[in-house]
């Protein structure tokens, strides 16, 4: 299924500086968001949200960033929103603050390069792990592949 240009995934990507979503989420950022982006993302996107409130439409494009290895101003989306629900990005939600400034766009970038080189070692890993198996997969494919009948001749080749 692809998602126009204005989704909400789109828009996140787009926010975040990505490409794509990553297909590892749990190990390998894609990147970093602000709560100011995300409110301007909830804001444009709240008509067609499940949302009453937009508090709730943030916590929703929130949670459409844990599939795509975004964090949420440095942390885990489900902690982002977690903080949410306790009230910690109140003020900034309800005075609809839409624009990050440029010292917090550092800040939010190094904490994105922090928590990549700290997942980095595990990501590696598991991807040695994926092509270990995947290796060993194959060669208990290639043993059971059927062998042709003693004294049947090998297809000819075609020229």
């Known amino acids: 299924m692809k998602s126009g240009p204005n989704s909400t995934s789109r828009m996140i990507l787009k926010e975040a500086g990505a490409e794509k979503g990553s297909g590892y989420a ?22 067609e949200m499940n949302s009453y409130t937009l508090k709730n439409a943030v916590k929703e494009v929130a949670g459409a960033c844990m599939p795509m290895g975004i964090l949420c101003e ?26 990050t400034s440029e010292e917090k766009k550092k800040n939010l970038q190094e904490q994105f390069k922090k928590e990549q080189s700290k997942l980095s070692g595990e990501f590696e890993e598991l991807k040695k792990k994926i092509e270990a198996k995947a290796q060993k997969e194959a060669t208990k494919a290639a043993k059971a592949a059927p062998k042709p009948a003693a004294g049947a001749k090998a297809s000819p080749e075609k020229k």
Do not use: V
């Open 74 to 99: 440095g942390m885990n989306p489900k902690e982002f929103c977690a903080k949410i629900s306790k009230g910690d990005y109140d003020e900034e939600i309800n005075s609809e603050k839409m624009q």
């Open 26 to 47: 749990k190990l390998d950022k894609k990147g970093n968001i602000s709560i100011e982006q995300i409110i301007s993302i909830a804001k444009k996107k709240m008509n």
